[in-house]
């Protein structure tokens, strides 16, 4: 892969790869996905193990299926769980262990699940959070990651940021297979870089920390998310438009 190559050429070479080694996973096509992957089980297990995992109180994870694990992993450790809606399209969950039933952490955690056991949350209402797990399809050592190209995973952590939820300190971890750790990804004053890269096998630690978004940029903002995503418009009428 080259230096200069596009976030698309860089998603469309991991894709590919991840299928051509035989270590991608259910659901398929896993082509405009947050890839599922062998060793998902593994590298959750290892985030587990960690500093930032054990002291964080409240976790935000993504819903795509290669984070299953961390978020049953989560609720079965006693941690609230952060869930956000799949495309924000009821902005986010709140999953509090104490209140599913012991034989229900499993569906819990998946996305049908959520919707049955989690809370829908005002904006009001989002608790502050000590650990953000994202999904990804690339990640450079220098902590730029790439999601499936949708942008949903930095509209997330803005609208923490905007709320006062997270901020610098809070740290960012992803959890991916080795080949989805590429050299070089490009990147945009929104995207959201992580802290932390977990594989099934490593830890990788991103020194010195890349600098996060300070909230929403409402002025990179498309339009049709705007309009798609209701959180975005009581936010921004929160705002006086």
């Known amino acids: 892969m080259s230096k200069g190559a596009s976030k698309d050429e860089i998603r469309k070479t991991v894709w590919r790869l991840l299928e051509e080694k035989g270590v991608a996973r259910f659901p398929r096509p896993i082509f405009g996905r947050i890839p599922n992957f062998v060793g998902a089980e593994e590298a959750a297990s290892r985030l587990c193990r960690t500093s930032i995992y054990r002291k964080a109180e409240v976790v935000k994870v993504n819903p795509d299926s290669p984070q299953l694990e961390v978020r049953r992993r989560t609720l079965m450790d006693g941690k609230m769980l952060l869930m956000p809606t799949p495309r924000l399209s009821s902005g986010f969950l709140l999953l509090d262990p104490k209140k599913i039933p012991s034989g229900s952490v499993e569906w819990a955690a998946t996305i049908r699940g959520s919707f049955k056991f989690g809370k829908p949350l005002r904006p009001s209402e989002v608790p502050g959070v000590d650990l953000i797990v994202l999904g990804s399809v690339a990640v450079s050592r220098e902590g730029w990651r790439l999601g499936k190209g949708?942008?949903?995973?930095?509209?997330?952590?803005?609208?923490?940021?905007?709320?006062?939820?997270?901020?610098?300190?809070?740290?960012?971890?992803?959890t991916v297979h080795e080949l989805q750790?590429?050299?070089?990804?490009?990147?945009?004053?929104?995207?959201?870089?992580?802290?932390?890269?977990?594989?099934r096998e490593k830890f990788y630690e991103v020194k010195p920390r890349k600098p996060k978004p300070s909230g929403i940029y409402w002025e990179d903002l498309p339009l049709e998310k705007l309009n798609k995503i209701p959180i975005l418009q009581q936010l921004l009428d929160s705002r006086g438009r």
């Open 150 to 174: 949708e942008g949903y995973g930095e509209i997330e952590y803005a609208i923490l940021r905007e709320l006062g939820k997270v901020d610098e300190r809070v740290s960012i971890a992803t």
């Open 181 to 199: 750790i590429v050299e070089c990804v490009p990147h945009d004053r929104y995207d959201v870089p992580v802290d932390y890269i977990v594989t």
